[in-house]
C-alpha cells in the first residue's frame, strides 16, 4: 500500500541531544513537508522540499535541519539549539497539481519528549 | 504574511445539530481551500476541498466559499458524536506549501 511512513512514533531526548525523525513515501509525490503542532495549536511549517536537493524554510526552521537526497525520504534533524522542541511532528507529502501544493497526504506522527 | 484565521472553539452542538466552522483568509490570490478533520493524537485527514464559489456537498458535509469576502466555512449537518474532532482550514498555495489556521475544535454532545 501507497503511504508515508514516520519513525519513530515515540521519541524520549535528553536536552543537549540531536534526534533525527525519520519520514518516508512510496506515493511517488515530489513534494515533502515537515509540520509541527503542539497541544491545542495548529500546524505549523517547518521545512518544505519541492524537488530532490532543494528545500526551503517554512515559518519556524530556528534549530532544524533537513535533507532532501532522496525523492522518497525527507529527514528532519532536532539540534540541541531548538529551545522547547517537546511536540508533536507530522510530515507530509503532495503531488503538487498545476503548480499549487494540492492534497497533502500525512504520516502517523512522531512525539517527541525532551526529558 | 499570509493569514488563516479560525475561532478555536471549542464549539459545542448537541447531537443531530448542524455545526458551523468558519475560516477567513488574507492572500487574496487563494483560489482553492482544504478542510482536514483531526482527531486527538491523530494526523489530519481530507474531508473536504472547494475551488469554486458557492457551495460543495459531500454527504452531511457542505463547504462553502465566498472569495470575494476572503472566506470559507465547513457546515456538519445532523452532527454526531464520532464528528469531535479539531477542523482544519488551509488554503492551497501556489508554489510553497499550505498553511493552516490554527483549527476549531468541534464537540458533540450525545
Known amino acids: 500500500d501507497g503511504g508515508i511512513t514516520q519513525s519513530p512514533k515515540y521519541l524520549f531526548r535528553k536536552e543537549g541531544q540531536n534526534v533525527t525523525l525519520s519520514c518516508e513515501q512510496n506515493?511517488?509525490?515530489?513534494?515533502m513537508y515537515w509540520y509541527r503542532q503542539d497541544p491545542g495549536q495548529g500546524l505549523r511549517l517547518i521545512y518544505y522540499?519541492?524537488?530532490?536537493?532543494?528545500?526551503q524554510k517554512g515559518d519556524i526552521a530556528e534549530g532544524y535541519s533537513v535533507s532532501r537526497e532522496k525523492k522518497e525520504s525527507f529527514p528532519l534533524t532536532v539540534t540541541s539549539a531548538q529551545k522547547n522542541p517537546t511536540a508533536f511532528y507530522l510530515c507530509?507529502?503532495?503531488?503538487?497539481?498545476?503548480?499549487?501544493?494540492?492534497?497533502?497526504?500525512f504520516g502517523e506522527g512522531s512525539r517527541l519528549t525532551v526529558l | 504574511q499570509k493569514e488563516v484565521e479560525q475561532n478555536s472553539g471549542p464549539l459545542s452542538v448537541p447531537e443531530g445539530a448542524i455545526a458551523s466552522l468558519n475560516c477567513t483568509y488574507s492572500?487574496?490570490?487563494?483560489?482553492?481551500f482544504f478542510w482536514y478533520r483531526q482527531y486527538s493524537g491523530k494526523s489530519p485527514e481530507l474531508i473536504m476541498f472547494i475551488y469554486s464559489n458557492g457551495d460543495k456537498e459531500d454527504g452531511r458535509f457542505t463547504a462553502q466559499l465566498n472569495k470575494a469576502s476572503q472566506y470559507v466555512s465547513l457546515l456538519i449537518r445532523d452532527s454526531q458524536p464520532s464528528d469531535s474532532a479539531t477542523y482544519l482550514c488551509?488554503?492551497?498555495?501556489?508554489?510553497?506549501?499550505?498553511?493552516f489556521g490554527k483549527g476549531t475544535t468541534l464537540s458533540v454532545s450525545s
Open positions: 488551509a488554503p492551497n498555495q501556489a508554489g510553497t506549501a499550505l498553511i
Open positions: 522540499s519541492q524537488i530532490v536537493n532543494d528545500f
Open positions: 492572500d487574496r490570490g487563494s483560489q482553492s
Open positions: 507530509a507529502s503532495s503531488p503538487r497539481d498545476r503548480g499549487t501544493t494540492g492534497e497533502l497526504f
Open positions: 506515493l511517488n509525490h515530489d513534494a
